[in-house]
């Protein structure tokens, strides 16, 4: 009868297998989508920091220049890689894991963290922008959390899943506004909601992190220092924006043993911005 299956509990559990707590990600392989930059760069250095063996990053173009990424690798020489790729393409999700495969023989987490937005007002939008970024912040979630099931399913061994979703998942943003991006943030929430329910009992994990104003080219370029401090002093909390690295110390969280029944939330990282 439907629900009264017996589950065998012990196959791919998430349970961790020492009884000693265990926060860090000594020897595992991360994969980090749009880590080339920003808040997946820092993501990428949180996973290093924390003992992780390697991470890539799934980017569209090989990191150069002011590109974070580029300081990850010479600061951990040998264990930062790139992998080019495009979440609106799953052929080519399905490609670079392959490649991590081939290499690593494992693959521990997976951050789906690229995401893109066009800000101005809901009228304005044409039909391309709209399926811009629909592809990339909802298609590309769920192609990447595609691929990273299916490759966890295939190695018959628990994996994590972390999504970058955004305070506008919860709100709006009413200064900087973009419908499709807050449509599609949150929407992603319902993803990992999904996904947990259905791929929990094969000791797949997916959770969210919800990012506030954070110091990336994303969220800058729009208003002036004198601006942000009254905006922020409107909306209290920390009053400041939040640096990338603030945000790592959750998406390690997430891909560690320490949060082994944790699966299908969301935790907000944004400085107590909604303390209006
Ligand atoms: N910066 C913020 O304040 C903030 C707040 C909330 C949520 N977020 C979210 O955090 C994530 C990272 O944003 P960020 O601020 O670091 O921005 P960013 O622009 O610095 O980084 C985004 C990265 O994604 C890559 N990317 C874009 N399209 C891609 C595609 N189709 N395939 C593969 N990679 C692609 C870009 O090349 C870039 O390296 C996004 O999902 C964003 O929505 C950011």
């Known amino acids: 009868m439907l ?23 000594p020897g595992k392989v991360i994969l980090i989508t749009g880590a080339n930059t920003g808040i997946g760069a820092a993501i990428a250095k949180g996973c290093l920091d924390a003992g992780a063996k390697s991470v890539y990053s799934l980017d569209l173009k090989e990191p150069s220049g002011t590109n974070e990424f580029v300081t990850v690798q010479a600061e951990y020489p040998g264990q930062a890689f790139y992998l080019n790729g495009d979440v609106t393409k ?5 490609k670079a894991f392959a490649t991590v495969l081939e290499k690593e023989e494992t693959i521990d987490g997976v951050v789906a963290n690229a ?12 039909p391309e922008e709209w399926d811009f970024i629909i592809n990339v912040n909802l298609k590309g979630v769920v192609n990447t959390c595609n691929v990273a099931v299916d490759t966890f399913l295939s190695l018959r061994k628990p994996g994590s899943i972390v999504v ?9 943003n009413k200064s900087a506004p973009s419908l499709p991006y807050q449509a599609t943030k949150s929407a992603i929430l319902g993803v990992v909601r999904g996904f947990a329910a259905e791929f929990g009992p094969q000791g797949i994990r997916i959770n969210c992190v919800s990012p506030g104003y954070i110091q990336t080219a994303l969220t800058t370029y729009h208003l002036t220092d004198d601006m942000w401090d009254y905006k922020l002093g409107i909306w209290g909390g920390l009053h400041r924006l939040g640096e990338p690295r603030e945000l790592a110390g959750t998406y390690v969280y997430f891909l560690s043993d320490a949060s082994s029944f944790t699966s299908g939330v969301d935790i907000k990282v944004h400085g107590a911005t909604d303390a209006w």
């Open 90 to 94: 799953i052929e080519t999700l399905q």
């Open 3 to 25: 629900g009264k299956e017996k589950i065998d509990y012990s196959t791919n559990s998430t349970l961790p297998t020492s009884r000693k707590l265990e926060t860090g990600l």
């Open 115 to 126: 995401g893109v937005t066009i800000r101005k007002g809901a009228l304005e939008y044409t």
């Open 164 to 172: 970058t979703a955004s305070m506008v998942s919860h709100g709006t």
